[in-house]
Every structure is written in C-alpha cells, then in structure tokens.
C-alpha cells in the first residue's frame, strides 16, 4: 500500500454551476406572470407573491411595511386569528416582506394542502379589511421594538450608513422617527393597497416538487381576478450625497460599529461582475483580506465582512464591522490600507485561484435545490435579467485577471468617496 | 425516509451515510462529543475557544480554510453545552479535500501562542458583541447560574468569565485537544451526491489510521432537585422590561421530551399559541412572547420569555402566564389543538429534509443521543403523543417550586 501523502491537497476538478436550469413561465388568463421552478425531492412547495409595493412606492415612512404587514391581520372572510390558527393548522411557514423596491408575501407548506394555502394566499393578499384596533396594536408594538432596536449600536450605525450615502429624504435613506408611527391611518394604507396590491402588478414565483394541477389551481385562484392596470409612476433616483465622515456616541457601549462605504454601479452595469470578485477578495469571505488581517491577524473584531448589494434606482458597497472600541481607528486605518493596496499591488495567482474557485463554489451552491434556484432566478428577474447574467458572472470568474482587479479598485473604491461611520462609546 | 447505512471504523469513529443524487454537492459534518459541560468551573469557555483553533492550521495542513475554498468548499462550526460540531458543503467532485482536512486536524493539531493570542482576542471580542453591547444580551449569563446550581449548564458556552479566556495557557489548550478529540469520540455524517462504497473508501483511508484515544467518560454531577422557587432581579439600561420563567425537565432521550416539546407549541408555536393569541393579541400585555426547550443530553430547562409592552406591571404580566399554564395543567387539549401542533412537526421535519447539511447534522446529532434512525422515527413518536401526556408532562414539570425567574427590569 502506498503512504498516505498528507501534505498534498488531493487532486482537484474545476468546479463550475454547469447548465442552469431554465425556468418556465406560464400567464393566467388575466395576465399574471408565474414562473415555475419545478425541483427538489420532498413534496413541498413554496410560493412567492410579489408586488411593486416596496418602500420606494410610500409618500410617508412605515406606509409600505405597514400595509405588508396589516395584511393577515383580518380578511373579508376571516379574523386574525382564524387566519393565524389556518397557516398554523396546516403547517406553513408563513413570512411577509418589504423591501425597498418591492414587497409580498411567501409561503412554503406540504403539496396535500395546496388548495387551502391557495385559498387563505388570495384572501391575505386581496382582501384584508385593515381592522383599527389592530392597526392601533401593530404600530404600538412596533413603537416598542423601534426602541429595543435603537439600543443596538449596529443598528444605529446602518441607519446613519443609509442616510448619509442615500440622503435623509429619499426611502432608501431617510430615517423612521419615534412620530412616524403616529403618521399611519386606514384610509392610507386601503389606498395604498388599492394602487400595490392588484393583480395587474404581481408575480408569482413557484418552487419544489410541482405537480401538472397546480398550474390549474392557480389559475382557479388568481387567474380570474380581475386585472386593473396600474399607472406607471415615475421613480427618482437617490441624491448624490458627499462623503462624509459620521460619529454618534452611544452611552454604555463596549464596541464600535464601524460603516464604510459608497454609492456604486449596480447589477445591470457591465462592470458588476468584476466589482463582485473585487469585493469578495477584499471582504466577502471567510479567507478575504479584511478577515485576514483584522480578525485573524490582529484579533480587533468577532467579524467583518463587505458587500455589494443593487436596488433598482441605486447600488451602494459597505464595509461593515464591530470591534472593541480601543481599536477604531486602527481598525478603519487598517481597512482603508487593504483598498489601497488592492489599488496598487495585483493579487498574485494563489489568491485568485482560491478566490475564483470559492466563487464558482458558492454559484454551485446558488442553484442547488428548488429554493435556491428560485432566490437565484429573482434575484436576476427583478432586474430585467435572466441566466445570462449568471453565465456572465461565470465566465468573470474564471478570466478576470489580476490587472483588472487593480483598475476595478481604482475605479470604484476611491477612498474620497467613501462614507465613514463610527457608533461607539463617548 | 433519510434512508442511510452506519459503519464504524477499528479506530471507534461512527460514520453515517446518506445518499441523495439530487444534488451536486455532498456536505460533511463531524461532532466531536465535547462541549462546555466538559469544562473545569475555573476554566470555563475553553471548549468554544478551542473550536476557533481548529481552524489555525493542523500537523501537515499550515491552513484549514484556504484548501476547502480552493475546492469550491463552504465551512462553519459552532459549539454548545453538549458538543463542538464542524460542517463543510463542497461540490462533489472534490469532496477528498474535506477528507483530507478534517482527518488531518483529527490526527493533529499546529497549536501556536501567536494563534492562541489572537483567537482569545477575537473570542473577546465576540462575548462583548453577543453578550454585552446589545439589550438583554447577558441574560443566560444570569438565568444559568440561577437554574443549575452544582451541574456544568451553569455557565454558558462562551464561559462564565472572559478573564477564563483571557488565562487559557498554550498547555491546557493542548492537553484538551488530547483529550477529546480523537475518534472514538466523534460522529462523521457524509450526505449528499456520493456513492456509500465511495464514501466509506475515504473515510477508511483518510480517518483509518488515526489512533483512538481512550478516555474516562466522564460522569457529570447530577444537578439536584430544586425544591423552592428562585428569583433573581436585575435592573438595566434597557427599553422595556423582560420576564424569563425555566423549569428542569428531563433529558432529549426521555420519553417525556416528545409531549413536552409538543407543549412549548401549545402555548407558543406560532402566532396561533396561546400564549401569543392571548397575552400579546387580546391583552396587549407583551410585544413578544416564547418559549421552547433546551434539549439538551443531561436534564434541561423549558423556558418561557417574554418582553413587557411599556407600562405593564411585570408582576401582573407574570401572573397572566401562570394563569394560562394553570389552565394547561387542569383543562383538556382538543384533538384539533394536538392535530395543529403535530402538523406542523410533519411539515418542518419535511422542510428540514430538503438540505443535505441539515440531513448530516441531523443524523450525527442523533447518533449522540443514542441513534441516527431517529431521523425516521421522530414524525412517529409525535404522532403518538395523547393529549393525555402532555397533561401529565406538564404537571410533572411545571411546579412553582421547581421553577427560576428573571425579573430584567428597566431603569427608565
């Protein structure tokens, strides 16, 4: 028998996403898209109603989440409870989101149940009555977890983060206020719901185990609602604000939350893909210059990691981190060092094959199983785009080469640009 | 059905496998039977310390994480009272490299004072960012030692102290790894894309070598019967004020766990719980409430916790929740009420069979607990719980004198 050589890796194969499977689009008789992912082995389904109802639609704060999240709170046909005692009753995972550009509802439950998961989805999603006293209770209890959540220093710190790189007008920066759970009335949020929540402006997105029928029973559903058509409205960008640096004490803390970062191209701009490997060698995993130098070399922080994330108006990149407060400022010396340095020296070839194959890893993992490939499909479709974009991100990663790491950081990390924001003890 | 095979290796390493083709990866997890509990009062924490420097490079490897993400590889671990646990995902076709890197930090580890120093501080670190600078963040520091007075439970597992972190010397460090991490103290769960005959190949060639390690089973000091209520009261700077109630309970493996389990969702298994419908929804007395339980291998707790809505009187919020569990104990369960809450058992337990890494970690856990066919048996043993049992559970357990509470009240 041979010895074993445990000094050696064992041989490696090229790890790649390989074909991605195409999602089929099938369109109700009144005109709502639904895509299908049909894949997993259990018998499971999971069901994604999405609305252009996001933040960016409200005129006053807490207007969108607020109509998201009084939707199962009373239907025509049932109470709050009734409706909470039903998803609980049948076993769903029942989840409402807002987000900035859209918001929704998503429901994961076991295939024998469809037809009433269907049932309670329309009566949730069309015919919620807003009842007062539950409005009145929402807001009172979100009042309470607004002031838990302006304890938490990282909190205060993404706050401040949004408002100085997005402005403190716009929905994707501006602030809530203790006041603003004040502001919201019936009659707001059954406007609101009139103009968002119709079937001229949803998507449904299917995944799991999908059998022939459920095609009809959707359209049994939802394909007869009536469909008004919406009128388009007309969106502005975020300001460009200027870089600033921001401190805020926060009495009692043992940490700082520190915040770096800036507006950026977003996902339909060619130079994306690049921008991502970019930011994934800085910080966005766990052997990425920044965790290497300030977590494992310097022990400063528990964490800290960086990101690129796109909006349908504006994308912004973040640095974010906490560290024990006597390290600060070297910790945000330390960090702008690695961009500079990312600026003038190439990466040399072991990097970038760890880097390229960590990627291509992740991009397996992206598309494996039916909720992963329907996260990976709206993430892409929400922008206009489809799985070109995750070839062109593929073929990014295994031939983007070290030159062009340094003008990509050139190009879109230069340290005048970047907000710094700092949330610590006195 | 997680339909898998178990083997055992000379070297006393169990290893489970599990077969599913629908996927390209294949995921990895290897339990080590160590966790806190097996730690010395005076040197707590060093079991969660100790996972970070599995990670700082082992006898032929300088690094464990660079290898696994050139292979296209993911990696976490965590620690608990009961067991330290490290899980890899990586596409099939490389799986050897999580062979190679997890036997060889099992055959031995490259232990330095310089890894040792940055690991403490970053494990400092991490207690100040979990435990001290948010809201509430110290209250298992509290409750703990409250419960258990005499049973390792008693402290936490980032430690009972940060100055225990901050004393850790190279030797002790050293000599724990000896001690608990060998073979015969570990369940290796392989599941995903792979062949069994493959799977067991590599184990056998990469772990088959590794000597064993025999050690005493340590026999852990049985927490004694608490026979009068304790209370313990703290005053923060928090926005609103908190109430923890923890009863002991049994082990994971005693058969009451199943009614027990089925109760915390009686009272607070979704929106629809009774402790929910009726103190948040109706009586608007908290903005949150929950409970569930510990599970652990030596005798648990079962918690409830619940966060006041401001100007409630925490006495009275206290006393609605005894109310309903009064009412618990003395009232039937409706068929409808034990259908809703094994429901939704079915459904998670379908939900948790859709992820290959939830499978390995499921099939080790159990595996600890005495056996990994668990997996499949569990769905059953729910089922069969009467409305009966979790009655008697309850009026076993929920008795004023075997229960600990924490005021965590607000200075504003």
Not at chain 1, 269 to 283: E, M, V
Not at chain 2, 341 to 360: Q, R
Request: aromatic content about 10%; hydrophobic content about 40%; charged content about 25%.
């Amino acid at each position: 028998m041979v010895p074993l050589n445990r000094k050696e890796q064992p041989q490696l194969s090229t790890v790649s996403p390989g074909i991605i499977p195409e999602v089929e689009k099938v369109v109700l008789s009144n005109g709502v898209n639904v895509y299908l992912i049909d894949a997993g082995t259990e018998e499971l389904m999971k069901f994604d109603f999405i609305f252009e109802a996001g933040q960016i639609e409200e005129e006053i704060p807490l207007l969108s989440s607020t109509v998201n999240s009084m939707l199962a709170e009373g239907t025509k046909s049932y109470t709050a409870e009734e409706l909470n005692e039903n998803l609980d009753f049948y076993g769903a995972v029942f989840n409402n989101f807002t987000e900035k550009d859209a918001a929704g509802i998503s429901i994961l439950f076991l295939n024998k149940h469809l037809k009433k998961i269907l049932e309670l989805c329309r009566e949730i999603i069309f015919y919620p009555v807003f009842p007062e006293a539950e409005l009145v209770s929402l807001m009172n209890k979100r009042l309470q977890w607004y002031y838990l959540n302006q304890e938490k220093v990282p909190n205060l710190a993404y706050e401040k983060f949004f408002e100085s790189v997005f402005g403190s007008v716009h929905p994707y920066g501006r602030k809530v206020i203790a006041s603003d759970f004040n502001g919201v009335t019936v009659q707001m949020l059954q406007d609101f719901h009139t103009d968002c929540y119709n079937p001229s402006g949803m998507t449904i997105i299917v995944s799991g185990k999908i059998h022939q029928v459920t095609i009809s029973i959707l359209e049994d559903y939802f394909g007869k609602l009536p469909a008004k058509r919406k009128n388009k409205k007309q969106y502005l960008a975020p300001p460009a604000e200027k870089s600033r640096r921001v401190t805020l004490n926060k009495k009692g803390a043992v940490q700082s939350s520190i915040r770096i970062g800036s507006v950026t191209i977003g996902k339909r701009d060619p130079d994306y893909h690049g921008l991502k490997i970019l930011d994934t060698i800085l910080g966005g995993y766990f052997g990425s210059r920044l965790m290497k130098n300030i977590r494992e070399e310097k022990g400063f922080t528990y964490g800290i990691n960086s990101g690129v994330t796109s909006y349908n108006l504006a994308a912004y990149k973040i640095i974010s981190t906490e560290v024990g407060s006597e390290y600060t400022e070297k910790a945000i010396g330390e960090i702008l060092n690695e961009i500079k340095l990312l600026q003038n020296v190439p990466p040399g070839k072991d990097e970038m094959d760890i880097v390229r194959n960590f990627m291509l890893g992740e991009m397996v993992r992206m598309f494996d199983g039916p909720f992963a490939l329907a996260e990976s499909f709206r993430a892409a479709w929400e922008f206009g785009l489809d799985n070109n974009y995750y070839y062109d991100l593929t073929t990014k990663i295994k031939t983007i080469d070290p030159d062009e790491i340094i003008h990509l950081a050139r190009t879109y990390y230069n340290i005048d640009d970047l907000h710094v924001i700092v949330v610590g003890p006195e | 059905m997680t339909e898998f095979r178990r083997f055992q290796l000379d070297n006393g390493l169990k290893i489970l496998i599990h077969e599913d083709s629908s996927t390209p990866l294949v995921a990895m997890n290897l339990l080590y039977m160590v966790g806190s509990r097996n730690e010395d009062p005076d040197h707590t924490g060093l079991a969660h310390l100790f996972e970070h420097l599995m990670f700082g490079g082992s006898e032929n490897i300088p690094e464990f994480d660079s290898p696994l993400q050139l292979a296209g590889g993911e990696n976490n671990a965590y620690t608990n009272n009961d067991l330290t646990d490290y899980y890899i995902t990586i596409p099939a076709e490389n799986i050897e490299t999580a062979f190679w890197l997890e036997s060889d930090r099992m055959l031995g580890l490259d232990l330095s004072e310089k890894s040792l120093e940055v690991q403490k501080r970053v494990v400092t670190e991490e207690f100040k960012q979990r435990y001290l600078n948010q809201p509430y963040g110290d209250s298992m520091l509290i409750l703990r030692p409250l419960a258990y007075k005499v049973h390792p439970y008693r402290w936490p597992t980032i430690g009972m102290d940060i100055k225990h972190i901050e004393e850790v010397s190279l030797t002790e460090v050293g000599n724990f790894y000896n001690k608990w991490y060998s073979p015969d103290n570990a369940i290796l769960a392989i599941t995903g894309n792979i062949k069994t005959g493959e799977a067991m190949k590599l184990a056998e060639k990469w772990f088959g070598n590794i000597p064993a390690t025999k050690r005493v089973q340590p026999v852990f000091t049985s927490e004694p019967i608490q026979t009068e209520a304790r209370v313990a009261e703290v005053r923060r700077d928090v926005p609103s004020d908190l109430i923890y109630k923890a009863w002991h309970v049994g082990k994971r493996t005693d058969r009451d766990f199943y009614p027990l389990d089925l109760m915390t969702d009686v009272l607070a298994g979704g929106e629809s719980g009774r402790l929910y419908t009726s103190l948040v929804r109706d009586k608007k007395l908290f903005s949150d409430i929950n409970t569930y339980l510990t599970g652990d291998i030596d005798p648990g707790l079962m918690v409830v916790y619940g966060k006041l809505m401001n100007g409630v009187d925490i006495e009275h919020a206290e006393k609605e929740i005894m109310n309903l569990l009064d009412e618990l104990l003395s009232s039937a369960i409706s068929t409808y009420e034990m259908e809703k809450v094994k429901n939704k058992f079915e459904a998670n337990s379908v939900m948790a069979n859709t992820n290959i890494m939830n499978k390995a970690t499921h099939l080790s856990l159990f595996e600890m607990i005495g056996d990994a066919g668990l997996i499949n048996k569990e769905i059953e043993a729910y089922r069969n719980v009467t409305p009966g049992e979790v009655i008697s559970a309850a009026q076993k357990y929920l008795v004023n004198s075997n229960c600990s509470t924490l005021y965590y009240k607000s200075i504003k």
